[in-house]
């Protein structure tokens, strides 16, 4: 599918025209950015539209005039777009890494480009070293602190690549496989397997007796880059998106113990491994042997495990963290599922960068099986995001009062995402906010404090009792933004006094509370809520990176706020 492909394009041209001197340049912009969205969020493959209706079918589609649709034409079959190529000439700036920092957009990376000939990351880090940002105009000595400790982080993620650009990728392989009808099977194992939030490499498993022929089809993948080693069992491939890629062929005898080795962890490999050891066994990715080396018959991963003594437990749990000796003792827990989910605490309908209707919203809602969505739209103080205050809170329900009465098997709830201000006071009238059913409270500027102020800022808000949930509580950017200092103990604390759930938000570069945050925070008599921070329709499919995040804490349904029907959570948020 090529629309990412497509959608990030025009993007950058978008980018690149918003400061560009040509005289059609500004209007040009909105036409490019608003195609990148149509694209970015089709659900089917345009070069199917293509195939089928032509240029006239890619015109069809909102936003796509002819000019636009004979780009995508171009594209599709010469794999280029020209005025693309045009304007990487004038601007020949790796636009994705430099706008990958914290605290650089689009207009400034083309400023630091056009002052100081910047192209990439590395000639922006010696030029901050020698002074040079700081002293340019728009950007001062604060600026280039903050984009100095962006590039530290950047280079720290070490090339690993968000869970939520990987496994999309990873499936649409794994589906071309399948569909070849060269493979019995094929599934992605490795950190995917184990929904980490951030993967090093594709680990993708085929059951096959056609090696070569796989492995030919592999390289000739549209999502492939270029080969590095290729052979009959094991093939690695460098993929577009900036990642390798293995695949191995394996015969049937040896696939549930490749399954096993190869979704790991290694330190879970390692503690599973000791222990057929010492039961006489030898274990490795060909398959588990006894003390004579004669193989013993495994039919699925459950079997090893079952033959060692042990629960087989999921893949998420799979870090050396514990879940060995619970699954000795049988006592590996029922995580939480993405169809548990039952209704979504956090979504926007109204403001910055919010393109959908209402209505869209809902079909999208409950196309991804939910019951209920509170729209939480931003408050006033954030100016960037148009949130809005107390009087447009207060008429926007009565729209949704309105939209309700339409609905049949569907609640819209009503809710803010009310910013908790520097203070801790919250952004919106105290009746106002008793107005709704759905309270997210959520810190979103002023992240320069310290450990104690910020501490005090969120208890403050969680304190006034008129919060429901605590949006992203560390305000981490993977790879990106560090967690602000905060006491998350304290934070807990006072959650579980004011009966506050804790966000889990599902946005691939948020994740936030992470994994090993939602263990603490489980000590704690809290719920937590999976929520999607939905600003388009699209987004609702990443509530599963949410789930995945929360069965990594291990998780059950019943400590998830919102995988409770509607009359439940309402009886809950009553208070
Ligand atoms: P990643 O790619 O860094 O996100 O993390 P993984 O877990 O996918 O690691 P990767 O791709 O290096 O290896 C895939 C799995 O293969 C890993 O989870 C466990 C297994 N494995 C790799 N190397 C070793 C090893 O030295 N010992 C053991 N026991 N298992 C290993
Ligand atoms: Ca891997
Ligand atoms: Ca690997
Ligand atoms: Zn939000």
Known sequence: MENKAIADLFEEIADMLSVDDAP??????????????????????????????????LMKLPGIGKGLAGHIEEYL??????????????????????????GIGAKKAIALYKNLGIRNVAELKKAIDAHKVSSLEGFGEKSAELMKKGIALQEASKGRLLLGEALPVAEEMVEKLKESGLVKDALVAGSARRWRETVGDLDILALSDKGTEVMDLFTSLPEVA?????GPTKTTVWLKIGIES?????????????LQYFTGSKNHNIEVRTIAIRKGYKLNEYGLFDSKNKQV??????????????????????????????????????LVELGDIKGDMHTHARGEGVTDTLEEMVGAARGAGLEYMAVTNHTKSLGIEKGMDDAQFMSFFKTLDKLNDTLKG???????????????????ENGTLKAMDSVVASVHSNFKMSEEEMTARVIRALDTGLVHILGHPTGRIINKREAYPINL??????????????????????????????MKASSYKVRFAIDSDSHRMSHFADLRYGVGTARRGWLTKGRILNATHIEEVTKILKR
């Open 226 to 230: 270029s080969t590095v080693v290729k």
């Open 410 to 428: 569907f609640t819209v709830l009503k809710g803010a995402e009310v910013d908790i201000l520097k203070n801790g006071s919250l952004d919106l």
């Open 246 to 258: 293995d695949l191995r062929v394996i015969a049937p005898e040896s696939f549930p113990a490749a």
């Open 297 to 334: 018959q495994t039919k699925r991963e459950e079997d090893i495990y079952d033959k060692l003594g042990m629960q087989w437990m999921p893949p998420e749990m799979r870090e050396a963290i514990g879940e060995v000796k619970l699954a000795q003792e049988r006592k590996i827990p029922k």
């Open 77 to 102: 079959k010469t794999g280029k777009i020209r005025k693309y190529v045009d304007l990487k000439k004038k601007y020949p700036i790796d636009m994705k890494q430099l706008t990958g920092i914290e």
């Open 489 to 518: 103990e304290k934070v807990f604390e006072a959650a579980e006094r004011n009966n506050v759930a804790l966000e889990i938000n599902s946005f691939p570069d948020r994740l936030d509370l992470n994994d090993t945050n939602i």
């Open 24 to 57: 059609t340049a500004r209007f040009e912009v909105r036409a490019y950015q608003k195609a990148a969205l149509t694209i970015g969020t089709l659900q089917e493959p345009i070069e199917d539209i293509y195939r089928k209706e032509g240029v006239e079918g």
